[in-house]
């Protein structure tokens, strides 16, 4: 559900839930030189591949760059370009601000709290057994 709204408050833009959190992490100052692939497959916790695919249309959009690292020349990094900052700034952090308050919008502050709580108390857990995975060889390497 969260894909599908949140798809149609940016689908004007020619953007997808996917393709937001890839500008969103690449308009971080951190991030203001470009992110390899892996660093940026990390950050959003998806695998290679899946961001693979991403990228690639997101290449063709014109939103990113896909480069050769200037030291590792196998390794690639992904910078937003001038046209992907601006749908990103002007386009859609307007409408992803607009989304998120329609959703929380009565939400109170106690309630975000323990969502946040309660979320990030997931996200270690399902880390936790994606560890336990990869330890003991059953990753599947494509899911995310």
Sequence with gaps: MLHKTGTRAVEAEGLTTQQWAVLGALSREKAETGMSVGELARYLMVSR???????????RDGHV?????????????????????????ALALPKIRAYYEEILGDFSVNDLAHMLHYLLKMLENMQRLDQAWVGSGEEDGGAS
């Design 49 to 59: 591949q899946n961001l693979s695919g991403l990228i690639g249309r997101m290449e």
């Design 65 to 89: 760059v896909v480069a050769a690292h200037g030291e590792d020349r196998r390794s690639r990094v992904v910078t937003m370009t001038e046209s992907g900052r601006h749908v990103w700034q």
